[in-house]
């Protein structure tokens, strides 16, 4: 069974102390990888999509990496407005079909 | 402005009366989807549709409908709702399908939806 896990829950961090969030997951096939960030009462915002191992993306202060069984987002020096519940999805067989995992909700203190 | 709409955003019914939640892109998108997020459980996909006329079951279908008779429109139907339904409801299209429809995924901005 496909499934997605994502650590840690809960991050706090104060302003300029970097950190990674985790997603690892176990799929029979993988189409793609997805990060989305959501802020509270609000729908997904897409952010990455990594498709093999090895790639890499990269916006501000945010860099997604894959591997083949896990993946990870950076924050580099993150500010305050980098707050949100950050949220990992991988697609595999049937294309249409997306698991995510529980998500990391993240708090930057100034 | 590109966005995905639904309505109602905010419902509070009773147990057994038959609803449906609208959900309305303008994108020209093939792909949409509904999921259900609920605390402690994240976010899980209820159906998705690859385009007109083409839908399939997600994670959690038991006792939900859709129907895409048009592109731009995905209906979420319940027909017997009941207190386990309640949870916040989401649609979301998106332009690619195979290998990608989880890429520049649109999310509506959800229906809270409480079953008494």
């Known amino acids: 069974e496909d499934q997605v896990t994502q650590s840690p829950e809960a991050l706090r961090l104060q302003e300029g102390e970097s950190s990674s969030l985790n997603c690892s997951y176990t799929v029979s096939g993988l189409r793609g990888l997805f990060w989305y960030r959501q802020d509270p009462g609000k729908g997904p915002e897409f952010l990455f999509t990594l498709y093999s191992a090895g790639e890499e993306k990269e916006k501000e202060r945010l860099k997604a990496t894959l591997t083949k069984k896990e993946s990870f987002l950076h924050i580099t020096a993150p500010k305050p407005e980098d707050s949100a519940t950050y949220l990992c999805a991988v697609q595999s067989t049937p294309p249409g079909k997306l698991i995510f995992g529980q998500g990391t909700t993240l708090q930057v203190k100034p | 402005e590109a966005q995905v709409t639904q309505n109602p955003r905010y419902l509070i019914t009773v147990t057994g009366k038959k609803l449906t939640v609208t959900c309305s892109q303008n994108m020209n998108h093939e792909y949409m989807s509904w999921y259900r997020q609920d605390p402690g459980l994240g976010l899980r996909q209820i159906y998705y549709?690859?385009?007109?006329?083409?839908?399939d079951k997600g994670d959690v279908p038991e006792g939900y409908k859709v129907s895409r008779k048009e592109k731009r429109n995905f209906p979420l139907i319940l027909e017997s709702p009941s207190p386990n339904q309640t949870s916040l409801y989401f649609c979301?299209?998106?332009?690619?399908?195979?290998?990608?429809?989880?890429?520049?995924?649109?999310f509506g901005p959800g229906t809270r939806l409480l079953v008494l």
């Open positions: 979301a299209s998106s332009p690619r399908t195979s290998g990608g429809a989880g890429e520049t995924q649109y």
């Open positions: 549709s690859m385009n007109v006329e083409v839908t």
